[in-house]
């Protein structure tokens, strides 16, 4: 999700709910430890020099269980890492720990942030040997069916 869809959805909510992969919502009581303009350069398998700019939030929740952002404070926290980190319309990953920090993607259901599983990939998988996956085709002669068991397929 881009920064100004995050920006625009929040300023239509009351309250707000993330909730992680296995459907469990963040507690209510979370705080936004963290907003970060993360820029990554790197190269990948193949020797293609790569850079990457995305905006982190850090979401971390402690005893404080009365505690409670408003999706106004958020506006004005972001307000303020936009006037002083100079980015513009990032896409946003969001940082939470469970047995360790995990990095998502934000998406968004109804009025529920949903933190959405990252995954690696291979950038370069012409230049690693990876063979690349045949679609699957299901064979079958005219007019013939196969059923499990037989020797047709």
């Given at each position: 999700m881009l920064l100004s869809a995050f920006k625009k959805t929040l300023s239509k909510l009351d309250k707000l709910k993330f909730q992680l992969p296995n459907g469990q919502?963040?507690?209510?009581?979370?705080?936004?430890?963290?907003?970060?303009?993360?820029?990554?350069?790197?190269?990948?398998?193949?020797?293609?020099?790569?850079?990457?700019?995305?905006?982190?939030?850090?979401?971390?929740?402690?005893?404080?269980?009365?505690?409670?952002?408003?999706?106004d404070n958020i506006l004005?926290?972001?307000?303020?890492?936009?006037?002083?980190?100079?980015?513009?319309?990032?896409?946003?990953?969001?940082?939470?720990q469970q047995t360790t920090v995990g990095r998502y993607k934000l998406a968004l259901n109804g009025e529920v942030f949903e933190l959405v599983n990252t995954q690696t990939a291979c950038?370069?998988?012409?230049?690693?040997?990876?063979?690349?996956e045949k679609p699957r085709v299901r064979l079958t002669a005219s007019g013939l069916s196969c059923n499990t068991g037989s020797d047709c397929c």
């Open positions: 919502l963040v507690p209510s009581y979370f705080h936004i430890t963290e907003v970060g303009k993360v820029t990554r350069n790197y190269i990948d398998c193949g020797g293609v020099l790569r850079q990457e700019n995305k905006l982190n939030l850090q979401l971390w929740v402690s005893s404080d269980t009365e505690h409670r952002l408003k999706p004005n926290i972001l307000q303020l890492a936009e006037k002083q980190l100079g980015f513009s319309d990032l896409e946003l990953e969001v940082e939470y950038l370069a998988p012409n230049q690693c040997g990876i063979p690349q």
